[in-house]
């Protein structure tokens, strides 16, 4: 910390309790200054041959027969006015960072200028803060924030403008240029490694990091923090990312952790103050330079503390920009009265129209430039593939909520495009978690919630799940386990068509198998409420067998013991009923079994004989 001393003879004030200050002297003092309750007994002559101010009340004391002066809005207290005097008799008197300011609008009050003697307190104060005190990164820091007791006047003495553009010209300056200390208690990067002579070893040189002045400025109380960060970002040059660091530290710094303290209500006005002006600071970039973490927590403060609409949408804008780095824990928003749901699932949902919105504007105005069609559109923005993801868990962690109704979830599911969605794994469970949560759905809203699932987009592990999942309708279901049939079916019949292709690559046999898959299972949709089975060729043992004994080892699997009794229970309802079909329909529907290769022949001969089909 830089320091002045000013005068030359010893300090001889004393003090007689604590209203009580004197100076030793062989001469009787003649006059006496009331600062705030203390009365400093002094002599008139010094004071007089420093203070313009000091001879008119002496003046008009004297006139009035009177040796008390009393000064009641006197800037800095009796202990600026102590520095003052001291200065008038010549004693010895040190200036830092702490007092300097508190002197320099105690010696302007007192008129302590070059006019009434060269070489006066005004003037030797203004070259220590020139000199000294702007020149030092934590010394402009320190004076900046004693400015705040003594507005107006180090206002009007421009201390505190100088300060602030002081700190902002420090901030911009090239890293590798920083010499003076800082705080930094954050986690640093990894050092970086160096190749050298073929042996890889740790820099040891330690650099400056580029937010090494974040932390020293989060000492600093609302108002003078929003004026410094405003220089900072008046510069334009300062990223970003940093400024966005810069008011996530202070956020954490300020902003209590329990929810009660957060709307206490000694403390409410404070923290809403807070929230708003780091809204208002955020970089005008929207938000992109900011983690969406840290503004979806930034969101749930602001509902806490109750900030105004404009502050909150901003948040909810600049969220939908990075929605794909949104974690499902962060979405969680708590509720506030008058819903009846645990989370806030409407502005959810808000910040998911708006993230399509964005996306959309910015599709529109790729397709303008390029002329790139969907398919590249999304390839060009995978970020959506992640908001799919997401949103997908949240939907499974809101489902749990008992007072969710079933048009929020089916609204915030369908507000994801199917290209964003290309397989509903994560969807089935939430879905799966609604039916388990809502035991009283109707069959009619049971089959509305889950015609947002297409169980052609299910994963192997998924449609053997759903395929057992008593809580799943039985059309649901019904469908999985033909398709997965279809699915097995195609990949047996590339295998059979390409026996010496068998060793190309992943690729290419699954693009055989989607194409063919695709082609049956539009098929079977069609099918699938007039299908008919013979009775004999329902699979015994839970085993889909081949006449062929050389295709055993095909790979088809067992069906699960769910699927045989749904099977079982659902053909059984056509027997005896299939007689009077025409021959052209009983031919174009058959059942899973009867689509494995090998068995057609022997499935169309003896469905002369017998026929059961499902109304």
Same mark, same amino acid.
């Given at each position: 910390m830089k320091f002045m001393k000013l005068g030359s003879k010893p300090d001889t004030f004393q003090a007689d309790g604590k209203c009580i200050r004197y100076v030793i002297s062989d001469l009787a003092t003649d006059v006496t200054i009331i600062i705030s309750e203390v009365k400093f007994h002094l002599h008139k002559f010094p004071l007089m041959s420093k203070s313009n101010r000091l001879q008119k009340l002496v003046l008009k004391a004297s006139e009035e027969n009177s040796d008390e002066i009393d000064m009641v809005d006197f800037p800095g207290r009796p202990k600026a006015f102590e520095i003052c005097a001291k200065f008038c008799y010549g004693m010895t008197v040190t200036l830092n960072a702490y007092n300097v300011v508190a002197a320099r609008c105690a010696a302007e009050y007192l008129e302590m200028t070059e006019d009434v003697d060269r070489g006066n307190l005004i003037f030797?104060?203004?070259? /220590?803060?020139?000199?000294?005190?702007?020149?030092?990164?934590?010394?402009?820091?320190?004076?900046?924030?004693?400015?705040?007791?003594?507005?107006?006047?180090?206002?009007?003495?421009?201390?505190? !403008?100088?300060?602030?553009?002081?700190?902002? $010209?420090?901030?911009?300056?090239?890293?590798?240029n920083v010499t003076w200390s800082y705080t930094y208690n954050r986690k640093l990067s990894a050092p970086e490694i160096i190749v050298k002579g073929g042996m890889k070893y740790q820099e040891k040189i330690e650099?400056?990091?580029?937010?090494?002045?974040?932390? %020293?400025?989060?000492?600093?109380?609302? /108002?003078?923090?929003?004026?410094?960060?405003? +220089?900072?970002?008046?510069? !334009?040059?300062?990223?970003?990312?940093?400024? !966005?660091?810069?008011?996530?530290?202070?956020a954490v710094r300020w902003l209590p952790d329990s929810v009660d303290a957060l709307i206490s209500d000694v403390h409410s006005w404070r923290n809403k103050l807070l929230v708003e002006t780091i809204v208002c600071l955020l970089p005008s970039d929207k938000g992109v330079s900011c983690s969406c973490s840290f503004l979806l927590k930034l969101l749930k403060v602001a509902i806490l503390v109750g900030v105004d609409d404009s502050a909150r949408e901003d948040l909810m804008n600049r969220i939908s920009l990075k929605l794909d780095e949104a974690s499902v824990k962060d979405l969680l928003i708590p509720a506030?009265?008058?819903q009846t749901t645990i989370y806030d699932v409407g502005m959810v949902h808000s910040i998911v129209n708006q993230c399509m919105i964005n996306e959309k504007c910015s599709q529109d105005l790729d397709l303008g430039k390029n002329d790139v069609g969907c398919t590249d559109f999304v390839l060009g923005h995978g970020s959506l593939l992640s908001v799919g993801?997401?949103?997908?868990?949240?939907?499974?962690?809101? +489902?749990?909520?008992?007072?969710?109704?079933? +048009?929020? /979830?089916? %609204?915030?599911?369908? $507000?994801?495009?199917?290209?964003?969605?290309?397989v509903h794994d994560g969807l089935y469970k939430a879905i799966d978690m609604y039916l388990k949560e809502h035991l009283s759905l109707t069959k009619a809203e049971r089959k509305e919630l889950c015609s947002l699932m297409d169980v052609k987009k299910l994963t192997m592990d998924a449609s053997m799940h759903a395929a057992q999942n008593d809580r799943l309708p039985l059309r649901v279901v019904v469908q999985v386990l033909f398709f997965e049939q279809v699915r097995a079916s195609a990949g047996v019949q590339s295998l059979n068509n390409n026996p010496r292709d068998a060793s190309r690559s992943a690729t290419n046999t699954e693009e055989e198998w989607e194409k063919t898959a695709a082609e049956d299972c539009n098929s079977i949709k069609k099918q699938m409420n007039q299908t008919k089975i013979k009775e004999g060729e329902f699979p015994k043992h839970g085993k889909f067998l081949?006449? %062929?004994?050389?295709?055993?080892?095909?790979?088809?699997?067992?069906?699960?013991?769910?699927?045989?009794?749904?099977?079982?229970?659902?053909?059984?309802?056509g027997k005896g009923h299939g007689e009077n079909k025409s021959s052209e329909t009983s031919g174009s529907s058959q059942s899973p079994t009867s689509m494995v290769p090998g068995d057609t022949k022997s499935a169309a001969s003896s469905a002369k004989h017998r026929r059961h089909s499902i109304s």
């Open positions: 030797k104060i203004e070259v /220590f803060i020139n000199s000294s005190i702007l020149r030092s990164w934590k010394d402009s820091i320190i004076v900046l924030q004693t400015t705040k007791s003594l507005l107006p006047w180090s206002e009007n003495l421009k201390i505190v !403008g100088r300060c602030i553009d002081s700190i902002a $010209s420090k901030t911009s300056v090239d890293p590798a650099s400056v990091p580029k937010d090494w002045w974040v932390e %020293d400025i989060c000492e600093l109380e609302i /108002f003078l923090y929003k004026r410094v960060m405003t +220089a900072v970002k008046s510069k !334009g040059r300062m990223d970003g990312a940093i400024i !966005g660091e810069a008011l996530k530290t202070y506030r009265s008058p993801k997401v949103i997908d868990g949240y939907l499974e962690e809101i +489902a749990r909520d008992p007072n969710l109704s079933l +048009a929020s /979830f089916i %609204d915030l599911a369908r $507000s994801i495009p199917e290209f964003a969605r290309p081949k006449k %062929d004994s050389r295709n055993s080892k095909s790979g088809m699997q067992l069906l699960p013991s769910r699927s045989r009794r749904i099977f079982d229970k659902l053909w059984v309802v």
